[in-house]
């Protein structure tokens, strides 16, 4: 099984950008595709990004396309979540996420190991 850190977070301000790293151990990172989610507060957990195993093709959520950017770098075993222009609708604990299968599948119960997560908050 693979174990994942988020780091990253913190409190900025709308407008501001931030950038979420997830650290992998275990078994080989780049045999699995990687997703970003999140979960504000009373909500259900919302697909932000799916990142295919290569890092060649990447998958987003409307609400996020054009102002995040997922990567990852398999010689470091990381995912990383570049989010620019941040809203505070973009307020949320993000989670990284792994699977075996395709990447681009939205859905929380799909994917099979998940880190702790990392607080952003977005004041107005």
């Known amino acids: 099984q693979v174990q994942l850190v988020e780091s990253g977070g913190g409190l900025v301000q709308a407008g501001d950008s931030l950038r979420l790293s997830c650290a992998a151990s275990g078994r080989a990172f780049s045999n699995y595709s990687m997703g970003w989610f999140r979960q504000a507060p009373g909500k259900e957990r919302e697909f932000v990004a799916g990142v295919s195993r290569t890092g060649d093709i990447v998958y987003y959520a409307d609400s996020v396309k054009d102002r995040f950017t997922a990567s990852r770098d398999n010689a470091k075993n990381t995912v990383y979540l570049l989010m620019n222009s941040l809203k505070p609708e973009d307020t949320a604990v993000y989670y990284c996420?792994?699977?075996?299968?395709?990447?681009?599948?939205?859905?929380?119960?799909?994917?099979?190991?998940w880190g702790q997560g990392t607080q952003v908050t977005v004041s107005s």
């Open positions: 996420a792994g699977r075996a299968g395709y990447f681009n599948i939205p859905i929380a119960r799909a994917y099979d190991f």
